[in-house]
């Protein structure tokens, strides 16, 4: 029996050789959430299917959705390639990163309508020219409910007050009020901006961001800081973060935290492939 095909709204998040003449494309749909289609003929020439499957298209396309194993792409609606992947190799790895992020977070063809928004609001927030190191450690930070992490940033984890300075404290699952510092040998010392951006970072809606400047320094504070929550406590680290960690640019001030004491344990390699 001959399958259906039906339309669907997705973001090209990679695209890999397969066979001789074939591709293998990987959507965040709107619809099933992850989902990996052959494109039968993608590299012979003039194939129609080459020019709108590039990595960072978003479109309307056509195709037979199997629940399990390989979907099949048969053509596209209409499509938009975002600028700043493209054009820009810092954008195209921190968005090569969240997409994966998201993709560690949630199994292929489980629906995820929230986050294929918020990918497309990362392309668009990329395009309109937002620091693409802010738009990840946002992801980072929404993510960390995904991953079975739910660190309370919103008030002291210990006494509930939302008053006096913060820290993070990995051992109370959250924020501090410095009422507790002496509690916790290992909280983070984080600066007070630093903290600031966490706590808004896990409510903000990227469609709403106009434009964001941080400090390098702050910056720094929050890559190690995520790093350290994201080793310790979710274990993901896909193949694509460890280009951006080589690329070192965020570390230019880099201004080391307080010693910790407590030897940080390996981080893992989740990659799938
Ligand atoms: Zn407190």
């Given at each position: 029996m001959a399958e259906a095909a039906v339309d669907f709204t997705g973001i090209v998040v990679g695209r890999q050789d397969y066979r001789e003449h074939d591709a293998l494309v990987?959507?965040?749909?709107?619809?099933?959430?992850?989902?990996t289609f052959i494109a039968r003929g993608l590299k012979r020439p003039k194939a129609k299917l080459a020019g709108v499957t590039l990595p960072f298209t978003l479109g309307d396309y056509v195709g037979v959705v199997r629940?399990?194993?390989?979907?099949?792409?048969?053509?596209?609606?209409?499509?938009?390639?975002?600028?700043?992947?493209?054009?820009?190799?810092?954008?195209?790895a921190y968005a090569t990163y969240i997409f994966d992020l998201?993709?560690?977070?949630?199994?292929?063809?489980?629906?995820?309508?929230?986050?294929?928004?918020?990918?497309?609001?990362?392309?668009?927030?990329?395009?309109?020219?937002?620091?693409?190191?802010?738009?990840?450690?946002?992801?980072?930070?929404?993510?960390?409910?995904?991953?079975?992490?739910a660190p309370q940033l919103r008030v002291c984890a210990i006494c509930g007050r939302d008053d006096r300075p913060m820290d993070y404290s990995e051992a109370a699952g959250g924020l501090i009020c410095d009422r507790h510092w002496a509690q916790d040998p290992h909280r983070f010392h984080a600066g007070a901006k630093t903290i600031y951006y966490m706590r808004r970072f896990s409510v903000v809606n990227i469609a709403q961001i106009q434009s964001i400047k941080i400090n390098n320094t702050t910056k720094a504070e929050l890559?190690?800081?995520?790093d350290q929550i994201y080793s310790d406590t979710v274990g993901a680290y896909p193949r694509s973060k460890r280009f951006i960690d080589s690329l070192g640019q965020w570390n230019q001030d880099f201004k080391p935290l307080a010693p910790r004491?407590?030897?940080?344990?390996?981080?893992?390699?989740?990659?799938?492939?």
């Open positions: 990987r959507f965040l749909t709107q619809q099933y959430g992850f989902k629940p399990t194993g390989l979907s099949q792409l048969r053509t596209a609606k209409g499509t938009h390639l975002f600028r700043a992947p493209m054009s820009d190799i810092i954008a195209n998201i993709r560690m977070a949630f199994p292929e063809g489980q629906a995820i309508p929230k986050w294929y928004t918020t990918g497309k609001n990362v392309l668009l927030g990329l395009d309109r020219g937002l620091d693409p190191a802010v738009l990840a450690n946002i992801i980072e930070i929404q993510l960390l409910p995904a991953f079975g992490v890559r190690t800081i995520l004491t407590e030897p940080g344990k390996e981080a893992s390699d989740d990659d799938d492939q």
